[in-house]
């Protein structure tokens, strides 16, 4: 049987990502990680959201819209494995999966009618979301869960800062009301170099955050030092 379903968002998230690189891995890695679900119509509406201000969490079920694929993937090679592993794609969270679904439990900081303030967040900026459901601690916490391949957060690494960098993200935290400093330090001590790569001191990273662009180097291994925040070129 090859039965389809079709299946609509609900919302779409604006998101302090702007790009996939530098996303953490899974969401709570950075609670400094915000963004706002914008629902659209019938869901914006506060009937749609009703109770949900006695809930501190909740599981986004949503579109890996910049990873779709025709083709179904049987094995993938998670970064988590150095990207030289291929594992089931049912043993992973790779987003490229059969039908493109990823889901991420998130803190609910503020609820509105048609808008859900998130924090901790691992989503793109745009991404489409398709449900959302109440985190439940008692059914959802399993206190002797195990998994073999991933058995704990990934290991951090000292993120320090040129002093200009540091002048200016406190600058546009200011401007943007975001804690901005938090979120590069948090994002960066992930370390979102592919695992394969050595870096080179002289070779450059970046990435967006809101409006800016964030740049780093490693100037020594397992080190990374923030080199500026400036406007993105939009
Ligand atoms: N927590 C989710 C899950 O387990 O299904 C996502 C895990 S996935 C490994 C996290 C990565 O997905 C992020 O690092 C980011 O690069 C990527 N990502 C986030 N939103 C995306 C989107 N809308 N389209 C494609 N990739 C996305």
Redo the contacts with the bound molecule.
Sequence with gaps: MNQRYSVTPIGFVRSC?KE??A?????QLAPAARGVLEMVSPFDQGDAVQGLEQVSHVWLL??????LEEKPRLKVRPPRLGGNQSMGVFAT???HRPNGI???VVKLEKVEAGRLWLSGI???D??PVLDVKPYVPYADIIANASNGMAAGAPGLIPVSWDESALSQARENALRLGEPLVELIEQCLAQDPRPAYQVPAPERRYGAQFWDLDVRWHYPRPGHICVLEVVAAAS
């Design positions: 990502f996939k690189f996303i953490p891995r899974q969401p949503f579109l890996f819209h910049e990873a969270r790779a987003t990823g889901q991420s691992d989503l793109l745009g991404t």
